[in-house]
Every structure is written in C-alpha cells, then in structure tokens.
C-alpha cells in the first residue's frame, strides 16, 4: 500500500460526512470513520518495518521544472504520531457522535474534525518543508473552524480569533525560518535539512533561524508568554478539546521542537530559551490550574503545564532529555484524552463544568467516577500509571543536566514544585468533583452516559495501565523508534521498568504528592491568597491589544494614504532612488564594451520629437485634450522605434493599443472638465522637477550601462526552437502561445476579470452630457455625420478582412490572436462612434461578457485538450496538410489558443468602450443628487 495514502485518505474523507449527514447520526460517524481506520491499518502495516530502523519515503512529482513536489516521510516520530492522530481521532468520533446534540449539525462538526486530522498528518509526514508550512497553516484553519462551531456564542468566536491570529502569527514566523534554513542548506528537503545540522548551527544567522522556528512552535503549543489562547479554545464542543489537546494542535509545536532537534539543538542558545520557556510555562500552568473552577478550564492550563514539562526536557542538556520527552507525549496523549472525554461525559449528564457545584458525583455515576480518577492517578503521577514512569525519567534528567553551571540545582526544585502543584490540582479534580458532599443547584440529576460514549475513555483508561504496567511491552518498541528519528541515532540506554530502586527520583516524586496532598489541605488559604491579585481576563486584553493595534495602523495608514496620488508617486520615486541610485555609485564606468549602434539624422529627430512631446505633455497637463494627441505622439513615436529596431509584433501591438487607449481617454474626458485648475506651488513644482530629473538620470544610466555590455538571452533557445517545437517561425506568437502560454492564459483572464469590474462598476451609472466646449461653443447638432458613417462602413469589411489575416499568418508572421483582436475591436468601436449605441444593437446583438467567457473558456480547453494525449498542460500540436487550391497548409493547435485570445481581446475592449460611450443623460442632475 502506498504511503500516500495516509495523508490522502483522510482529506479524501473530508467530504463524506458531508454527504452522509442525512443518513443517520451513527452512519454519519460510521461513514467517517472508514478513511481514517484504512489510514491507521496502512500505518500499522509499517510497524515492523520502522521498528527496524527504515523509514519509508515517497515522493510524487508536481511541477519537477521548478522542484515542486508532493513528499512523504515515516520514520520513528512520523509513526508515533501518526498512531497518536488517528488512534485517537477514531475515538473521538465514536465519543462525539453521543456528545452532540440533535441541533448540532453532525456532518459539519465531522468534516472539520477529519480537515483537522488531515492538517495534522500532514504536517508530521512531510519530507518537504514548505508543504509542511502549508499544512501547518492548515491546523489553525481548521482548528478555528472547529473552536468557533458553536458560532451563536461570544466565547468561541472569540477563542476562535484569538488561537488564529496567535498561531497564524507564529506560522509566518516558522515560514521566514523555513525558508532561511532552505536557502542554507540549497533545499528544502527534509531529510538533506535533518543532516545538515552542522552546517545550520555553524552559520551566523542560526540565531534568527532558531528564534523564527521556536516561535512558531512556541505559539501552537502554548509556551509562555503565548500559553494564553489555549484556556478560551475550550469554548470548542469537548470533543475538540479532547483532540486539540492530546493528539493535535498544541502537539504540532511539540513535533516542530523533536523533529528540528537533530538541526537546531546542541548550542548554548538553544538550551536556554528551550529549557527557560519550558520551565515557566511548567509552573505557570502548574499553579494556574489549581485556582480554576471550570473543569476544562483546570485541565486546558494542566496541558499548558505539561507541554512545558515536554518543552523543558527538549531544552536540558542531558543525554535522555528527548527520549523522556517523547515518552511523555505518549503517556499526556493517553491520560489527557481520557480526562477531557470524561470532563464532556460529566457536563452532558449534569448540565455543569463548575466543581463549586460538581460535588459527590460517585454517587450518581461511580463507573465514570472511576475512569477518570484513573486517568487523574496518572496524570498526578502515582505509581502503577504511566504518568509516573514518565515523570519519573523527567526527575532523573533534571538531576543529569548542568545547562545553568552552579545554578542547575534550581532545574529539579522547580521540577518538584510544578509536580506538587500537579498533584493539588489532580486531588481537587477528584474530590471536589465526585466526593465533597452533594450537587449544588445542577441543571439536571447527573447519571451515567450512553454505554458506547465511555468505549473511548475506557481504552484510553486501559492504556494508562497497561503502559504503567508493562512499559517495556507496550510502548517499548515505539519509544525507542520515535527517540532514535528526534536523536538522529540510536539513543542511550535506559531502562522502562517500573521500580528502578530507591533513589532520588523516586524521593522527589514522593515529595511532590505529599506536597501536593498539604497544598490540596490547606488550599483555602492559598485560595484566599490569590484573590489578592486582580485576575486578567486573556480575551479582554487580546482585544484591547488588537483595537490598540489597529488604531495605530489606521493612524499610520491615514497619514500614508491621504488621497494624494503625487504624494504616492513621491514616496515611490524616493524609495526606487534610494534602492537603485545607490548601488550606482559602487559603478566606476558607466560605458562598456559593446559596439554601439550609429544614430541617423531620422533616429536623432525622432528621439527629440519624442523628448519634445514627453514635455509639452508635462507642460501643458491642465489642457487635457493637448496633453492627450502629445501623448498619442509618444506612442506613435514608440511603435515607429519597435519597428525600426526589428520588432514588428510589438510596433502593431503598440500602435492599436494607442489607437484603443486615446478612444477610452477621449470618452473619459468628455465627462471632465476639460481645463483644471493650478494644483500646485512654485516650490513643490520645483521640487518635482528635481526629482524626476534625478529619477531619469539614474535610469538613463542604468539603461546606458545595461545596453553597452554584452549579456546572455533567452531569445537564442526560443529561435531554435519556435518551429521545431512550437511549429511557427513567428517566435514572439510562439512564446506567446507554446512557450509562455500559461503566462498568456493567465494575462487574458486578468484582462477579462478587469474589464467585468470595470463594467460592473459603470453599468448604472449615468452622468450629464455636457452641451457646450470649454469657450461656451455648442456641440454640433448632428452627433453622427453622414461621411464619417459612410467611411465607417466601408472600412469595416477591409478592417475585418486585415483582422483574419492578421490572426492566420500569425504563427508564422508578424500577427496574432491579440493583434487581431484590437484590429477587429478598433473597427466595431469606429461603427460606435459613426452611428451610436443604439444602432449598434440593432444590427450586433453580441454579449460581451459571454465573449470574454468563451475566448477564456477556448483557451482553457486548448490547453486542457494534451492532457488526453498524456501530455502537460498547453502543450501544442502541429502538422501540415495539403488542401485543394491552397496547397500546403500548417494545422496548430496553438491557433485554437490564440483565438481564445482574440475573443478575450475583442470582449474586454468592446465591454469597456461601448459601455463608456452609453454613459451620457440628457437630464442635468440636481443640487441634491450632487451632494
């Protein structure tokens, strides 16, 4: 079975509980299920294999012209959580189908949970590290979509924000140290990155790689100071929170810190953010949990205690710091899980999360009672559950570590004491909630669930004794697997039994439940402490950051953005003098080498026609209609100099879309005035005369050096190769439409989408026909003189018969779809201004925007056609046949292309034009309109 599938089986199944959601509650979790347990059945079939120290890689080409691909890899850590998403993503379904409610939709609820476990394994069996980026991003997404499911309340709405914007933040943080450590390294593959540690931590820029990477980890897994978003993510249905917390998410950030352990570990920087964050958030979290009254909300900040542990043992300098840290990824998974589902089963029988109210739960429903005590024993760590072997080993490496010199010492205390607290808050999650007398004011008498809803927890409870049991047989061969893909080797030996003597390990443990027992005693005066200090309200000050922020932003922007479109041509032409002029002044000759071409009499006076135009256009801006036929004479001038220089192609193409652009303007500014008023002060105009001056001077230079000096093209490879592999001898059409056709796809669909917005946005819209020029002179009297729509007519048929012939020599001869579509548009916008909107409809009853549609829809269908033929997209075909009376012919498919292209053309300008010239009302608007 091909390793892909693991990932693709799932996202395939995003869909199914969409589609069954009609069926049934239990077929729609039925019908979920099936991609992911064919996902975890392939896994499985790996086992033996990675247990034996080979892991698996598949790749699948996507565009190999640029590298990108579709990789794949399963090793130790890729395997462990790999068991851990879609183990307890099955579980997770089961719970949730008696956990929702009738009015919850199921399919929904589904469909983002299976988006949520794709997200997930994506990212931990990418061997690419921009697909492990996308899908990293993909994990908050979807975890947004799922904290936000009960959209009608405040809370998750709010908690939905908050996790996106802090884990959306740190995902680009990542994106930045992902492509810093791809540029060091000359790939992005992952296992070329796993072994080029060396040469990452020996560059001057590790630093910032690391800080960029440990953000993003920090952010998704709730590291102080980013721990803040996971308590309000509980605002999710619990079976979200059950996920997010145990085999998702928060453990994304956790796989980040193993996974680049062999990359990113080893330095003095590395040990002392790691170990230090790790450290705060353990205690933080610790003590934090012990003052909640929320039952998830105890649990959310004993998982950001826990990550922390799992973080500061990736941070000591100690030789089995990652092998007790993966240890613990498991058993938290496990214990963590359980104590969420059974925390959801107590709020859907009792109505309640509140243990003020929770009380003497045992006498209402001991069996579940009983589950979670179990899954609390253990993650309190008491002996005989697999929280306290992993504890255990985290002690004895705080003991064997000397990251801080004669400070190391404090790494166990504080050890301890976030232990200690551990065990306060598991105590009082015991007995407040199912001892401590009787329910207080609960919505509904608490009972037991439906059977199948505790199947879950108790597998899950199972596991917590059984790895506490017998570690070595459970969890041993899975352990030593995942420790040796984050070590990059074989790890140091160590043993999993349960009783390794009496040492001090076993003493701090033994302090830290008699502490914790004292703490839970005596809890009222610490309760009484704490309600000393003011307790912030993490979504209140998330928002008063983000209105400060955007306040800032909206300051800043107005004061960038006032409207002024010289100020922005100001700042422009400032920063591109700043980042190119600068750089000039390292040239020391401006000349090079390269023979230059003699200019002529007729090349000289063009070029200062040119000058001259360029400057009247300037000077005589306020007069609109001048400085438009100046500028109609840059063009011309421009398309005479394409012609000269040998670039016919772009002379034609250049000359009609002049002809088009001074028709859209005329239209345009016969609805302006046609004088306007002095914008600006004597100084400012001299200050803008200096600065363009200085503008054209850098750019003169940079042109005059870049012409003089020999330099290497493409157009060498596209001459020989236009007819050999595109059939045409006309290169620039062949690149147009073989070589760069997917450019020119893109290009056409750009133009069609602008010239619909354009369209739409003047298709209501009617503005005042103006009845006299500037001096007061009415308009004539005849908008539609009888020569001019005589000529008009007459032209049209040659202007057509030139389009077709355009368009058919294009292959081989200056031409072409695009040519000939503004050939042909010029020619039916002349009928427009000859003979008026009106008569135009009559006679040329044409949708344009199906035009656009269609000429889009051709091209696409040309290039879509070689996939029938096992060829790539827009890959052309050619022969030659012999016709009656024609003789030899060429046949393209390219042609087909490029009359998608000439329908686009003729589309887009017809849309915009003839929709200008209908703009005009006779009826003068009012004082009241204007305003």
Not at 230 to 258: D, E, N, Q, R
Not at 580 to 592: D, K, R, V
Not at 785 to 807: E, M, R, T
Not at 878 to 891: I, R, S
Request: charged letters at 10%.
């Amino acid at each position: 079975m091909s390793l892909l599938w693991i990932p693709l089986l799932p996202m395939f199944g995003t869909l199914m509980p969409l589609l069954s959601a009609r069926w049934g509650r239990s077929t729609c979790a039925l019908v979920t299920a099936l991609a992911p347990a064919l996902a975890l059945a392939i896994v499985l079939s790996y086992l033996p294999q990675v247990f034996a120290g080979q892991p698996l890689q598949q790749t699948l080409s996507w565009i190999p012209a640029i590298g990108l691909e579709l990789s794949f890899r399963l090793d130790g850590l890729a395997l462990l959580f790999a068991l851990l998403i879609l183990g307890i993503g099955l579980l997770i379904i089961l719970y949730a189908r008696y956990y929702l409610s009738e009015k919850d939709s199921m399919g929904r609820f589904y469909a983002y949970l299976i988006l949520f476990m794709t997200a997930m394994l994506g990212i931990v069996l990418s061997n690419n590290l921009i697909q492990l980026w996308l899908y990293w991003e993909l994990t908050s997404i979807s975890s947004f979509l799922l904290i936000s499911f009960w959209s009608e309340r405040s809370d998750a709405r709010k908690g939905a924000r908050m996790a996106l914007s802090i884990t959306g933040a740190g995902g680009l943080a990542l994106l930045a140290g992902l492509l810093m450590i791809g540029d060091m390294v000359g790939s992005y593959d992952l296992q070329t990155v796993l072994a080029s540690g060396e040469l990452i931590r020996n560059n001057p820029l590790y630093p910032v790689v690391l800080v960029l990477v440990l953000l993003g980890a920090f952010t998704k897994s709730a590291q102080f100071p980013f721990h803040f978003w996971l308590p309000h993510a509980m605002a999710a249905p619990t079976p979200v929170s059950a996920y997010l917390h145990s085999a998702t998410m928060v453990k994304a950030g956790l796989f980040l810190l193993a996974r680049f352990y062999p990359v990113l570990a080893g330095t003095e920087l590395w040990f002392l953010i790691v170990s230090l964050t790790g450290l705060a958030t353990l205690l933080l979290g610790a003590y934090i949990a012990l003052f909640k009254h929320d039952l998830k909300g105890l649990l959310a900040y004993s998982t950001i205690s826990h990550l922390g542990l799992i973080t500061l043992l990736l941070g000591l300098d100690s030789h089995l710091g990652p092998v007790a840290a993966v240890f613990h990824i498991i058993n938290h998974a496990i214990f963590k899980a359980s104590l969420f589902m059974a925390a959801g089963i107590i709020d859907h029988e009792s109505g309640s999360r509140d243990m003020r109210k929770l009380n003497g739960l045992w006498n209402y429903m001991p069996y579940t009672a009983t589950l979670a005590m179990v899954a609390a024993a253990s993650m309190a760590g008491v002996p005989l559950f697999n929280g306290f072997l992993s504890k255990e080993m985290f002690f004895a490496e705080t003991l064997d570590q000397g990251a801080f010199g004669s400070l190391s010492w404090m790494i166990p205390v504080l050890a301890t004491v976030g232990a200690t607290f551990s065990v306060a808050y598991s105590i009082r999650f015991i007995h407040d909630v199912f001892f401590n007398g009787e329910p207080v004011d609960l919505p509904r008498t608490p009972h037991e669930p439906p059977r199948y809803m505790k199947v879950p927890v108790e597998i899950l409870v199972a596991l917590c004794l059984l790895v506490g049991v017998f570690p070595e047989f459970v969890v041993g061969d899975l352990l030593a697997s995942a420790s040796s893909a984050v070590l990059g080797g074989l790890p140091p030996s160590y043993s999993l039994s349960v009783w390794h003597g009496f040492n001090l390990p076993l003493v701090m443990s033994l302090v830290a439940m008699g502490g914790g027992l004292l703490i839970y005693h005596n809890r009222r005066n610490l309760f009484r402490f704490q309600a000393q200090f003011p307790e912030p309200d993490a979504k209140v000050v998330f928002d008063d950051v983000v209105q400060w922020v955007l306040a800032r932003c909206a300051s800043f922007m107005g004061w960038l953005e006032n409207g002024s479109l010289q100020r922005y041509m100001l700042c422009l032409m400032l920063l591109a003098l700043a980042l190119i002029g600068i750089p000039m002044m390292e040239l020391n000759t401006t000349a090079g080498l390269r023979p230059q071409i003699p200019v002529s009499n007729i090349m000289a006076a063009a070029a200062i026609l040119l000058c001259l135009c360029s400057l009247a256009t300037v000077i005589w801006h306020r007069k609109r209609l001048i400085a438009l036929l100046m500028l109609s004479v840059v063009g011309l001038i421009v398309s005479i100099s394409f012609a000269v220089f040998s670039a016919p192609d772009l002379a034609l193409t250049q000359l009609l879309v002049e002809v088009a652009t001074v028709i859209l303007l005329m239209l345009a500014l016969f609805f302006l005035p046609q004088r306007t008023p002095k914008e600006s002060s004597p100084s400012r105009i001299v200050r803008d005369l200096g600065i363009a001056a200085l503008i054209g001077g850098v750019i003169g230079t940079i042109n005059y050096a870049l012409m003089t000096r020999p330099f290497e093209t493409l157009s060498d490879f596209f001459i020989a190769n236009a007819k050999t592999g595109g059939g045409g001898t006309n290169v620039v059409n062949v690149i147009l439409v073989d070589f760069r056709g997917f450019d020119t796809f893109g290009e056409i669909t750009v133009l069609g989408i602008a010239a619909l917005g354009i369209y739409k946005l003047i298709a209501q819209m009617r503005l005042f026909m103006p009845t006299s020029d500037m001096d007061g002179r009415p308009w004539a009297q005849d908008k539609h003189p009888l020569i001019l729509g005589v000529i008009s007519q007459g032209l049209l048929p040659l202007a057509l018969l030139v389009s077709v012939f355009i368009f058919l020599r294009g292959h081989n001869l200056p031409g072409g779809g695009f040519i000939a579509g503004l050939i042909t548009a010029i020619a039916l916008i002349q009928q427009y201004v000859a003979h008026g909107v009106d008569w135009m409809k009559e006679r040329l009853k044409i949708d344009y925007q199906w035009l656009i549609g269609s000429g889009l829809l051709i091209a696409f269908a040309t290039g879509a056609g070689s996939w029938f033929f096992d060829r790539p997209f827009l890959t052309s075909w050619f022969d030659y046949v012999n016709w009656p009376v024609v003789g030899k012919f060429e046949l393209a498919s390219a042609m087909l292309f490029d009359l998608g292209v000439y329908l686009t053309v003729i589309g887009a300008v017809l849309l915009i034009l003839a929709n200008l010239g209908k703009l005009t009302t006779g009826e003068r608007p009012t004082q009241t309109e204007h305003e």
